[in-house]
């Protein structure tokens, strides 16, 4: 942890006498740093941050108000606490000072001891703000991950009960964090769980009728279609009740409109790469392969962002450089393998959905396949490895 001993304080003083005595008195509580004009100091922050300034008013060229100034402009020195010294007297000027931003004053000729002691206070409460920072970014960063592995605990949940809408989100979600990591897209986590509530909506349809839509095979009742074209709006506000999932919620609500390039919409990019990420993993499901699918999206009528599709291009490129499809019986199996077909009972009853990732629950259901006498090949994707 950061001691007293530690900090820098940065000494502006064109007077070489008060610039070197400051220095002195200084020397046994802190580091210093000290230049003769305010140019000097703006230039000295580019190589240290000083974690106090002692900024004399009275400069040649630049003066110590214009550099408090420039100071209070800048994300990463606004916030340095600055003292300023002078030898003026003037009430007009410490208050202009403290307009500034100053948080002390000290009047030239100066007391050695009070020097000290000021700095002194200044810097512990520089210090016990760093330490409280650091707390709040720790229970921020619990708080986050807890957010997290909860939802991630009710998105797996809901792919044991519903195999057909959340079947596909391990497939779906592997491309968007994979697009959105080559585009250097920040806040991934977002990306992830667009990616992993985006049917959440549409859990009260019959599985018959998801299927057929996501498969284009076979009949769809009106009511059941109307209830899919309303899950992403349906999705969004289930989500928009989550603390800080206020843009994954808009992410999914616009995710099927197509790329407007004149839309100038913030969230327009991160829309995208969900809506290339459902609709290629659609068209796989529907049996094409990845070059049919790509191919698909670049010829679309509703074009999507060109962008990500190229990234798009260069995630499967990389994929198809380290994944291979393999044909194993179930207790060769294991968590991280993608399931490249449906994995049905021998009563026909759909168990787990192709694109479904492997994990705890899919091996014990594989199990339960091999104890009851069948054991067939399974076709999934792995490390050629």
């Not at 300034?53 to 600055?82: F, H, N, Q, W, Y």
């Not at 279609?225 to 992410?251: G, H, M, N, W, Y």
Request: with cysteine.
């Amino acid at each position: 942890m950061k001691q007293i001993a530690d900090c820098t304080v940065l000494i502006v003083e064109d007077e070489k006498m008060n610039r070197d005595l400051l220095s002195k008195t200084l020397a046994p509580l802190c580091k210093t740093v000290a230049v003769d004009n305010g140019l000097a100091a703006l230039e000295s922050l580019t190589d240290t941050i000083p974690d106090l300034i002692l900024l004399d008013i009275m400069l040649p060229g630049m003066d110590g108000l214009s550099v408090c100034r420039e100071l209070k402009v800048i994300p990463a020195t606004k916030d340095i606490p600055v003292i300023f010294i002078s030898g003026l007297g003037d009430n007009d000027d410490e208050t202009l000072g403290f307009e500034l931003g100053a948080v002390d004053y000290i009047i030239k000729p100066f007391w050695p001891a009070l020097v000290v002691a000021r700095v002194e206070n200044q810097l512990k409460f520089r210090l016990s703000q760093h330490k409280l920072e650091l707390a709040r970014q720790e229970l921020q960063g619990l708080y986050d991950e807890t957010l997290l592995r909860s939802v991630h605990v009710i998105a797996d949940l809901l792919s044991l009960t519903n195999q057909t809408a959340f079947g596909q989100t391990p497939n779906v979600r592997r491309l968007a964090k994979a697009i959105a990591k080559d585009m250097g897209r920040p806040n991934p986590w977002k990306h992830d769980l667009a990616a992993q509530f985006v049917n959440l909506g549409c859990v009260s349809m019959p599985q018959d009728s998801l299927h057929n839509i996501f498969s284009q095979k076979g009949d769809v009742p009106e009511d059941d279609r109307q209830i899919f074209d309303e899950c992403p709006a349906l999705s969004a506000k289930l989500i928009r009740k989550i603390p800080r999932l206020e843009d994954v919620a808009t992410i999914i609500e616009g995710h099927r409109n197509p790329y407007d390039p004149d839309s100038g919409e913030p969230m327009m990019i991160a829309r995208q790469i969900l809506r290339a990420s459902i609709d290629f993993n659609t068209l796989q499901f529907k049996g094409m392969t990845s070059e049919e699918a790509l191919s698909v999206l670049k010829g679309s009528v509703a074009p999507y962002h060109p962008d990500v599709v190229a990234s798009l291009e260069k995630v499967l490129k990389i994929e198809g450089e380290h994944v291979g499809l393999f044909e194993l019986p179930p207790d060769r199996i294991t968590p991280g393998m993608i399931l490249d077909q449906d994995v049905y009972s021998v009563a026909g009853v759909l168990l787990a959905a192709k694109g479904m990732e492997v994990d705890e629950a899919v091996m014990k259901i594989l199990a339960r396949l091999t104890r009851k006498g069948s054991d067939p090949l399974i076709r999934v994707r792995a490390p050629k490895d």
